[in-house]
Every structure is written in C-alpha cells, then in structure tokens.
C-alpha cells in the first residue's frame, strides 16, 4: 500500500516561509510525478505546483511563481515545497499527490491517485 505524509504546516505572518514536506512510503517517486494541491474553506482544490521525479520538469500555478519552489529527493522519497513571500491568500490546506503523470497532465487533480491526509497553512495579516 503506498502511503503519503504531509508536514511542515503552520502559522505565520504575512511575509513568512514554510517548508512542506510530502514522504511516500511503500514505493518509489522515480516512476512518479508529485503535485501540490491546496484547497481554502469554501473553495474548490486548486493545483499548486508539480514535478516529475525523472527529469525534474516542474510546473506552478501562476499565483506563486517566483514565491514557491517545489523539489525533489528521490534517494530520501521525498517531495518539498518551500513556500516564500507568504499571503494570506495562501491560507489552505495544503495535499500532495503521486501519479504517473505527463507534461500534459502535471496541473489536473485527475492525474494524481495516492493522496496524503492534509496540512495546515494559515498566513495572518
């Protein structure tokens, strides 16, 4: 069974940064893509940002571009998302995924099928 862990989330002040953490466990992210997704209370799930663990082709939503960086470290089966410049607009909380996924589905909900349980963030003002 392939499992998934979210950590890392908080609270912080507006400006901030946080470092999330998502370990897979019962298989390996080299076959695999991993998203970031988040979702805010009385929101839809939007994508975040994605890689794909061979090759290292990344994607982000156009909202954090300069602000997140997602990376990953295959011998550890580990993805993160450090997270810069933090909103309060970027208050959610925050999943990751597994999939086998392509280029052309790296930003669909769809594409993922392992999901981890959630974490946190809350940005104040």
């Known amino acids: 069974q392939v499992t998934l862990g979210e950590s890392g989330g908080g609270l912080v002040q507006a400006g901030g940064s946080l470092r999330l953490s998502c370990a897979l466990s019962g298989g390996h992210f080299s076959r695999y893509g991993v998203g970031w997704f988040r979702q805010a209370p009385g929101r839809e799930r939007e994508f975040v940002a994605a890689i794909k663990s061979s090759g290292g082709e990344r994607r982000y939503t156009e909202s954090v571009k300069g602000r997140f960086t997602i990376s990953g470290d295959n011998a550890k089966n580990t993805v993160f998302l450090q997270m810069n410049s933090l909103r309060p607009e970027d208050t959610a909380v925050y999943y990751c995924?597994?999939?086998?996924?392509?280029?052309?589905?790296?930003?669909?909900?769809?594409?993922?099928?392992?999901w981890g349980q959630g974490t946190q963030v809350t940005v104040s003002s």
């Open positions: 995924g597994v999939g086998r996924v392509i280029s052309s589905s790296m930003t669909s909900e769809s594409a993922y099928y392992y």
